[in-house]
């Protein structure tokens, strides 16, 4: 006898949870669709309450605030909802020591869209009549709701744990092409041993970073790929162009060439913060180890991480040393002529000719 619809629906819904935690098991941590999920489950939480709702907000808030900042749990429950959210210029100040007075802190941007999210959740008559100072709630408490809610949506409970929606944050960034030291300060770790020499940055450098990708997450744009930040190290004017030299925040040298005139429009100058963009058809693959001998003045070795090969072109992925991501379009016969394959040594290669330079002098956007 064939089961009934109902009883169809529902082996089905659970053969798709099982196809779900399988799936989370073998990744890392939840991408921005598994956190779109898992916030939605939260806010659902949050709406069902008929008890414990206060509580419930609170949670709900701390969820936000780490899965937008990237903050550590224990930075989140000192903090001051009140206090320490800058809602005028859309940032928040988390103080990693224990005593507030004494931990000057550091100041994480949030998005427009998520800002309204927790302005929502501050305001709110059970918030504002309970919290009357710092977010403080019992960690162990926190995490197991946490883990909860990550199995309501049919998700392996850890990938819930604050440490996880952290490093989901840390990974979204990372995708968005954020250099790996502006990441790592931004969530407030030590800078780890790297094989390129970092250049020094001031944090209004990486707010500037900061900022320009949450307007590109806010609008749909995060996956813009081949862009580097940085400021101009030098500016070579000829009798038409100018050679223009971006030392950009991973560590990398990007030299360009434009006309004097749009050097003027730009405002570009040494120490005018910029980004640099090299469309993926402009880039050129070579594989191997030793270094090129091509006319093309920005070389970077990597190794190919991706291959998605198609009909007529093919896209592959080269990681840099810092982590940077440089994406390629070949066709589809070269790739395979080249026996272009993941984990292969290869250079990327693009003249000065194929950067496109964007200004962002002056102030801060949104300040």
Known sequence: MSPKPREKHAEGH?????????????????????????EESFRRWVEEASAHRTAR?????????IRHTGAKLNEVLRLNPFEDIDWENRC????????????????VDISRHGLQDIRALVEDPGVQGHVK??????????????????QACGYASHLGGPEMIRKARAMELLKGHIPLPVVQKILGTTVSKAPLPYPSFSDKDIRHVMRLFLERESAGQTSARNAFYGRVDTVLCGDIQAT????????HRIQTVITLDSLRRLGI?????????????????????????VTCENRFH?????????????????????GTELCAIVSSESARRMSMKEGDSAWAVFS??????????????WS
């Open 92 to 107: 928040v100040l988390l103080r990693s020591g224990s005593n507030r007075q004494g931990s000057p802190g550091r100041l």
């Open 133 to 150: 100072g710092s977010l403080l709630l019992d960690a162990a408490f926190v995490r197991r709701k946490f883990y909860e809610r990550a």
């Open 244 to 251: 223009v030299d971006l030392l950009t925040l991973g560590g």
């Open 14 to 38: 659970q053969a798709e949870s099982r196809r779900t935690t399988d799936r989370s098991s073998r990744t890392e941590c939840l991408d921005t669709e598994g956190l779109r999920r898992l």
């Open 352 to 365: 000065a000719h194929a950067v496109v330079l964007h200004g962002h002098s002056g102030d801060l956007p």
């Open 302 to 322: 990597g190794t190919i991480r991706r291959v998605l090969a198609g009909l007529v072109t093919t896209e592959v992925t080269v990681e840099l040393a810092d």
């Open 57 to 65: 907000l609170r949670i709900f808030l701390i969820f936000l605030l």
């Open 269 to 293: 100058r040494e120490g005018t913060f910029m980004v640099a963009e090299v469309k993926a058809p402009w880039l050129i693959l070579v594989p191997g180890i030793k270094e090129p001998l």
